[in-house]
């Protein structure tokens, strides 16, 4: 019903700042809670983001607080992960997912690298 497609990935330095976005379709995006997780060699998918299907609750991990922002864009069917200064332990691959009730969807990942 769903499909969701990561762009903004790639190469940045230690500090600075990258902006990922995620395009669903699906004509009734606008009523499902959406986020990120990430997922780094070796180790198990962790959450990063979420944000309710208003826009009105975000929610962060505690490793992300305060250097990134999630927002979303109904009219357009977008959700953004903003990552300012960001750090070689940021890096991963990143998905983002979209929650309708019972059912997760998920993209197929973006990938952030962090140089030192």
């Known amino acids: 019903q769903f499909r969701l497609i990561e762009s903004g990935g790639g190469l940045v330095q230690a500090g600075g700042s990258l902006r990922l976005s995620c395009a669903a379709s699906?004509?009734?995006?606008?009523?499902?809670?959406m986020g990120w997780f990430r997922q780094a060699p070796g180790k198990e998918r962790e959450f990063v983001a979420a944000i309710s299907w208003s826009g009105g609750v975000e929610y962060y991990a505690d490793s992300v607080k305060g250097r990134f922002t999630i927002s979303r864009d109904n009219a357009q069917n977008t959700v953004y992960l903003q990552m300012n200064s960001l750090k070689p332990e940021d890096a991963a691959s990143y998905y983002c997912?979209?929650?309708?009730?019972?059912?997760?969807?998920w993209g197929q990942g973006t990938q952030v690298t962090v140089s030192s």
């Open positions: 699906g004509r009734t995006f606008r009523l499902y809670a």
């Open positions: 997912y979209l929650n309708a009730g019972p059912f997760n969807y």
